[in-house]
């Protein structure tokens, strides 16, 4: 270094009792620092980030060392990479853009027992005024040299991009050739698609919105991604080459949700909602929206800004797909939804609509919603008129002969009075009578729905309160009869009949058991004779064998 003196002692404002920032040390080797102005910044530089300081230096009870003020241009230098001494390196990491500290630097982080002479002696403790101008963040991508990151003007918020979102890029890319090319209008595609190069994809993980980063890389990370040996950019045909350097500015991107997690349905956010709330099974909700076949055309709308459509979720007014979408939407939040026809067919009122479409696109605004108040926070009395509520909508559901819906209005008064813990006796009688009654009417649904093992098992939830509900018994015994377990059907009808000995449907029911019953001896005396007849076959075989051995 050159040196020059300073007009004053640094020795006075590292250890000045007047100033507001204690003398502060770093690491435990001795290194200390005091703050002289505050950094304007929360963020401090990392190891391999490019750093712009100005200085000035002296020996501790010496000389003056160079100063980069006097030089009229500032110092840079790459942190953490041994390009100054490591005092510098482990107390620059600690500043703020902006701030101008000083630090006491010992020799063992400084030059050490050899000094560096003419001006610092051996074992010379130094003192510095720094002041962080700026930095470029360098980061090592890949953790093998492959993609070198350099922040050129950092980004907005904190969030960056994830894998399945759909990111818009510009770009300045410069191949081995020489040549170049970039996209000023931007580009747009899904991060784990790709674009370009790999280098695009993993570098913009790494991006906020509005940053501008330039990627050096090596061979494998910019050979341009092609099935073809060219790349069309631009309208333009390039041949398939390695790109060294590119230019690369994140300008936005939608978040893309894959809500079922098998890529059948499709959330991709146009714009951001407000708050954290999102809508719960059976809120009232708000909607704009509109549906387009594979070729833009529009088939269905629903909701404008002045009346927006309102529904309630799990009534099947709009399809189960889109449902499932609006489920997880904020309040105002605007989305691109695409549904595979599997979550279209439940759509009562637009079959026509959805018939022979494999995809539908749909624009859905969530305007506003009103959750439904959840029963872990309704008082006793209000859990038991909500139970009444749904079991009424089951009843009408039922009689509509829409079982499936029927079906979950049951099991949801139900879940109303599951744990009913802070119950009066009167109360619990109630909620038993309600708990009986939803149980029953949920098992006729799934003997509709052919689904008799859950038949079964509400049965048997009746039962184990009240052991001769006729009802009960009954359809337990269908749900058996249905498969085939006659065994277990007869003991539920005898006792069906025990209780209520003059039940026509109960005594059409043992007919058919009857029947089945028959039926099944039919068909044990069908397999007993053909394995009768098969065994005498082969007897007689084996015996022709002994005759001519």
Not at 332 to 356: F, P, R, W
Not at 409 to 426: G, M
Not at 475 to 483: E, H, P, S, V
Request: glycine share 6%.
């Amino acid at each position: 270094m050159a040196f020059s003196q300073l007009s004053h002692s640094l020795e006075n404002e590292l250890n000045t009792k007047d100033s507001e920032f204690p003398l502060k040390e770093i690491g435990n080797e001795g290194l200390t620092k005091r703050i002289l102005r505050k950094g304007v910044t929360w963020q401090t530089p990392f190891s391999g980030d490019e750093v712009e300081v100005h200085f000035r230096g002296q020996v501790e009870n010496g000389a003056s060392l160079e100063s980069s003020y006097d030089k009229g241009s500032s110092f840079h230098f790459k942190l953490g990479q041994s390009e100054v001494i490591k005092g510098w390196d482990e107390g620059v990491a600690t500043m703020k853009k902006g701030e101008r500290a000083i630090f006491k630097i010992p020799p063992n982080l400084a030059y050490g027992v050899e000094g560096s002479p003419p001006l610092i002696p051996p074992n010379a403790t130094l003192i510095f005024d720094i002041e962080m101008l700026s930095w470029s963040s360098i980061r090592d991508l890949t953790g093998d040299g492959g993609i070198m990151k350099k922040i050129i003007r950092e980004g907005e918020g904190w969030a960056t991009p994830r894998e399945a979102d759909e990111v818009l890029v510009k770009y300045e890319a410069r191949l081995a050739n020489g040549m170049h090319f970039q996209s000023d209008q931007g580009v747009e595609f899904n991060v784990s698609d790709g674009y370009l190069c790999p280098a695009m994809s993993i570098a913009v993980k790494t991006m906020r919105k509005g940053e501008v980063a330039e990627l050096a890389m090596k061979f494998l990370y910019g050979l341009s991604q092609n099935s073809n040996r060219t790349t069309k950019l631009d309208d333009c045909l390039l041949p398939d080459c390695n790109i060294t350097t590119i230019k690369l500015e994140l300008v936005s991107w939608k978040i893309v949700t894959d809500v079922t997690g098998d890529k059948k349905i499709i959330k991709k956010i146009k714009k951001a909602g407000e708050g954290l709330d999102r809508p719960n099974e059976e809120s009232q909700v708000k909607v704009i929206y509109l549906c387009k076949r594979e070729d833009g055309t529009i088939i269905e709308r629903k909701g404008s800004d002045e009346e927006p459509f309102e529904f309630t979720i799990l009534e099947e007014q709009v399809p189960e797909g889109l449902e499932r979408a609006i489920l997880t939407m904020k309040k105002a939040e605007q989305a691109m939804v695409t549904i595979n026809a599997e979550y279209l067919c439940d759509h009562n009122n637009s079959q026509g609509n959805t018939t022979n479409n494999k995809v539908l696109y749909y624009e859905v605004e969530l305007v506003d919603f009103v959750k439904e108040k959840p029963f872990w926070k309704m008082d006793t009395q209000e859990k038991l008129e909500a139970g009444e509520r749904k079991k009424h909508d089951g009843n009408l559901l039922f009689k509509a002969e829409n079982f499936k819906r029927a079906s979950k209005k049951y099991e949801k008064a139900v879940k109303y009075i599951e744990f009913d813990h802070s119950f009066n006796e009167d109360e619990k009688r109630q909620a038993n009578t309600l708990r009986l009654s939803c149980n029953l009417n949920n098992a006729a649904c799934k003997l509709k729905l052919e689904e008799y093992t859950e038949a079964t098992r509400l049965c048997t939830k009746v039962l184990e309160q009240d052991p001769l509900n006729v009802k009960a018994l009954y359809r337990r015994c269908q749900a058996y009869l249905k498969t085939s377990e006659l065994e277990k059907a007869e003991a539920d009808i005898r006792r069906a009949l025990i209780t209520d000995p003059n039940n026509r449907e109960i005594k059409l029911e043992y007919k058919e058991l009857k029947r089945k019953q028959k039926e099944y001896s039919r068909y044990e005396a069908d397999i007993f004779s053909t394995m009768l007849s098969r065994m005498k076959t082969y007897m007689e075989k084996n015996q022709a064998r002994v005759v001519f051995s």
